[in-house]
């Protein structure tokens, strides 16, 4: 049953609805905005929100939600990333443009040490990864990875309220061993061929986590576990590393949410296509997102919500290069309408970009997308965009 | 006989296997072909097989760069070779991501297929400054400068880069090339770039046009 006053609609409870394909009163629009935009609107040097938490992010990301009157998604326990107990950080450089930090934590196998690098005007970057040495330091990693205490990590549940939904991400395996691993993604990939055996280890350390972690979010009442697998892009990575390594940590994570009636929801940006595919048929998962579009992926939004709309919500797809950063603001609203268009018959759709939009994303830009969620995603459909989709054959 | 070991070569390649390809190089050596022929019909056929799957989506980043490897193997044992027979390469690329900007897949990819295409490279990595560009072009002298940025932010160094090394006077016999993903030909040409790649496969076709 469709509720027709909007006012009864909450943004979570809206994106709750659509995350279980169901209709509110409108498409709900969360345009990603998780990390940049925020940090601009602060105006201050990023490192003060990175670096000094002044705003934390969480905090600056919920005041953008005010700000552009969008709905709203909090996604800021990070159950891979969790610091806890919180590490050691000493400030080695500082210049105008930068402020260089070493942090660390003491482990009985040793000292786990990354160098991190915070820019006045960009999210930070890490210099030096956790594992420079795979023999010294995975033991570490592993020791870490078992011991770490997970208590603490759904602390921030009350921030975002009504706003929006609650999500606590984990890596998928990808994510994780781009995040550690020292070299960058290059490096990261080669393990796969070069430590076969080391990188089993390692990824059955990580899936026991990921089960602790998934059981502890779950028992939280998290909204839901947001799958975070940027890195398992096939953009960076390939089907058979995201089907031996990946895959498991989805299956699992996806399983334990729907015993438990939480929402799984995975963020793969890129070329992700076949992957929408491999999770559709082997997983619970229940929202896929980017879905990004040509050219820096490969999904067209009206085909996957033709396939695969009967088991997943889908998040996405207004271009954050083309049409965000560098669109007019009628250009997002054509794109945002065509997504509209493609998708959201019947539900199950969430308008947002096809990625993370970046720094200088105009708001003029983000004020177009959300007003078109407003004035063309309304169910039920009225007539003329019924006509509309007619049209497309959306 | 050799035709039949260089398809092996070029089927090694493809796959990634190393130790093979380095097997068959040695084998080829030591049967006496010459090192450009196992070169270009050896490792650059391979190797533009590779970009052409890849461009086609039937392989991904992590074999390319096993393929890219294997090749590099290749390369070392060949070496010595094509520098006694004065095999020259087709051309020197300067490569680097920009002052400010830690991303380096897009470039190392670069990099690698251009490398597998006969040309020399020399890579200044990330976070490189206008000075260290100029520098580079100084002491090499390449055909091409690739500049590579990620970030909305950083893509503006590339301007301060261009316009660097421009009132230094070292742009008359070097193209600039740039690419990245928030990058676009609009882009390129209003920093006055001399050509815009959107992906590896596109940044060798613009070398070679540029090289032709």
Same mark, same amino acid.
């Given at each position: 049953m469709i509720m027709r006053n909007s006012s009864e609609w909450t943004p979570r409870k809206r994106i709750l609805t659509a995350m279980r394909r169901g209709m509110a009163d409108r498409v709900p629009v969360i345009p990603? @905005?998780? %990390?940049?935009v925020p940090a601009r609107l602060t *105006?201050? +040097? &990023?490192w003060d929100v990175y670096?000094?938490?002044? +705003? +934390?992010l969480d905090e600056a990301y919920i005041n953008a939600v005010k700000h552009y009157g969008m709905d709203g998604w909090y996604i800021y326990d990070n159950a891979t990333m969790h610091e806890e107990p919180r590490w050691n950080r000493k400030i080695l450089n500082k210049t105008d443009e930068e402020i260089r930090v070493e942090h660390w934590i003491d482990t009985p196998h040793g000292r786990l040490e990354q160098l991190i690098s915070y820019p006045v005007n960009d999210p930070p970057w890490t210099i *030096?990864? @956790? @594992? *420079?040495n795979f023999k010294e330091d995975v033991p570490k990693l592993l020791w870490y990875m078992k011991h770490k205490p997970l208590e603490t990590l759904c602390r921030h549940r009350w921030k975002i309220g009504e706003l929006g939904v609650y999500g606590v991400a984990i890596e998928t395996f990808m994510g994780f061993w781009v995040w550690v691993r020292d070299g960058g993604s290059m490096q990261a990939i080669m393990d796969f061929f070069e430590q076969p055996e080391m990188m089993k280890e390692i990824h059955q350390v990580y899936l026991e986590f990921v089960e602790r972690a998934a059981n502890h979010i779950v028992h939280e009442k998290s909204d839901e576990i947001l799958l975070a697998g940027s890195a398992s892009s096939l953009s960076l990575s390939s089907p058979s590393i995201y089907r031996e390594y990946d895959l498991p940590v989805v299956k699992l994570v996806s399983s334990i949410c729907r015993k438990a009636g939480v929402i799984a929801h995975q963020h793969t940006c890129g070329r992700s296509d076949m992957i929408v595919e491999i999770n559709y048929h082997e997983t619970d998962v229940n929202v896929m997102e980017p879905l990004e579009r040509p050219p820096g992926g490969d999904v067209n939004l009206a085909d996957v919500k033709q396939k695969f709309g009967d088991k997943f919500c889908l998040k996405g797809n207004?271009?954050? &290069?083309?049409?965000?950063? %560098?669109?007019s603001p009628k250009d997002v609203e054509e794109e945002a309408k065509a997504c509209i268009d493609a998708a959201a018959s019947g539900g199950g759709f969430i308008l947002s970009t096809g990625d993370q939009c970046g720094r200088d994303t105009p708001d003029d830009n983000l004020f177009a997308l959300i007003e078109a969620a407003k004035m063309y995603g309304r169910? +039920?459909?009225d007539k003329q965009t019924r006509e509309r989709v007619g049209e497309h054959g959306g | 006989m050799e035709d039949k070991a260089l398809q092996d070569l070029v089927t090694a390649l493809e796959n990634g296997y190393r130790d093979r390809v380095v097997k068959i190089t040695q084998e080829l050596l030591e049967k006496g072909v010459a090192p450009e022929i196992i070169l270009k019909s050896g490792l650059i056929l391979g190797m533009s097989l590779v970009g052409e799957k890849m461009k086609k989506n039937e392989m991904y980043l992590p074999e390319v760069l096993l393929s890219a490897s294997a090749m590099q193997s290749s390369l070392k044992v060949l070496k010595p070779y094509l520098a006694r027979d004065r095999v020259e390469s087709r051309g020197k690329v300067v490569l680097g991501t920009v002052k400010g900007d830690m991303h380096d897949i897009g470039k190392n990819l670069v990099g690698i297929m251009l490398q597998g295409s006969g040309f020399e490279i020399i890579d200044l990595g990330t976070n490189v400054t206008p000075e260290m560009f100029a520098d580079a072009v100084k002491t090499h002298q390449p055909a091409i400068l690739g500049l590579s940025a990620m970030l909305t932010t950083t893509m503006l160094n590339m301007k301060t880069t261009i316009d660097y090394i421009g009132g230094l006077g070292l742009r008359s016999k070097m193209r600039i090339i740039i690419g990245g993903a928030s990058v676009r030909q609009q882009f390129a040409d209003e920093i006055g770039a001399d050509g815009y790649a959107r992906d590896a496969v596109a940044a060798v076709e613009k070398v070679k046009e540029f090289l032709a």
């Open positions: 990603d @905005i998780s %990390n940049m *105006r201050k +040097p &990023f670096l000094h938490d002044d +705003p +934390p *030096r990864g @956790i @594992i *420079r207004v271009n954050t &290069f083309e049409t965000m950063l %560098n669109g169910y +039920p459909p | -």
